[in-house]
């Protein structure tokens, strides 16, 4: 099955660093961009960065840039989201999705993971 | 950066009744745009790319249009199912890969 699994519900406290995982499986993973979104609660969807498996580029939206890091371990298959040192406007729930060429020069997030929250409080 | 504008914020829709709506570019992004629907608790659901093309296994009651700088997503006779929030999505020279700020279709 073509799917993207994503790690458990985290509750931390301000200042406490956290990496979060998105492992893929069912395709070839190294050959699709993977991005992170983040749904802040009642809130809409907000890209973050993303990541290519393949030749382990990352890009950032200028809203994230220097507040989390993307990461992936080809050999597992798996994409990361980490942060430093956390704030308590980082709850939210933070999204994985393969980006796919959907036909010759059109891209769509066709595969999402089913979320991670996050939740920092003190 | 391009910013993505969708209206209404909440859309009011009686079952079986058609729901139009809308999202406006800031500058022209031609026909890479894609649409999404969200059900509470769930990850988004992939429904139209490239403006007017529905993903696999969409049914033909999600109808995109539009191109340059103004969007249309149309869903006809409505059912419970489609009682949803709605995001449209740029990918015009991404990244940035925008989302606009989401439409709520309730029942009215």
């Known amino acids: 099955e073509v799917q993207l699994v994503q790690s458990g519900a985290e509750v931390k406290k301000p200042g406490e660093s956290l990496k979060i995982s998105c492992t893929g499986s069912?395709?070839?993973?190294?050959?699709?961009?993977i991005a992170w979104v983040r749904q802040m609660p009642g809130k809409g969807l907000e890209w973050m960065g993303i990541?290519?498996?393949?030749?382990?580029?990352?890009r950032y939206s200028p809203s994230f840039q220097g507040q989390v890091t993307i990461s992936v371990d080809r050999s597992i298959n798996t994409a990361y989201l980490q942060w430093s040192s956390l704030k308590a406007s980082d709850t939210a729930m933070y999204y994985c999705?393969?980006?796919?060429?959907?036909?010759?020069?059109?891209?769509?997030?066709?595969?999402w993971g089913q979320g991670t929250m996050v939740t920092v409080f003190s | 950066e391009i910013v993505m504008t969708q209206s209404p914020a909440t859309l009011s829709v009686s079952p079986g009744e058609r729901a139009t709506l809308s999202c406006r570019a800031s500058?022209?992004?031609?026909?890479?745009l894609a649409w999404y629907q969200q059900k509470p608790g769930q990850a988004p659901r992939l429904l139209v790319y490239?403006?007017?093309t529905r993903a696999t296994g969409i049914p033909a009651k999600f109808s995109g249009s539009g191109s340059g700088t103004e969007f249309t997503l149309t869903i006809s006779s409505l059912q419970s199912e489609d009682f949803a929030v709605y995001y449209c999505?740029?990918?015009?020279?991404?990244?940035?890969?925008?989302f606009g700020g989401g439409t709520k279709v309730e029942i009215k």
């Open positions: 999505q740029q990918y015009n020279n991404w990244p940035p890969l925008t």
């Open positions: 490239g403006a007017s």
């Open positions: 999705a393969r980006i796919a060429t959907m036909a010759p020069d059109h891209h769509a997030f066709d595969l």
């Open positions: 069912g395709y070839s993973f190294a050959t699709y961009w």
């Open positions: 500058q022209s992004i031609r026909s890479k």
């Open positions: 990541t290519y498996p393949g030749g382990s580029d990352t």
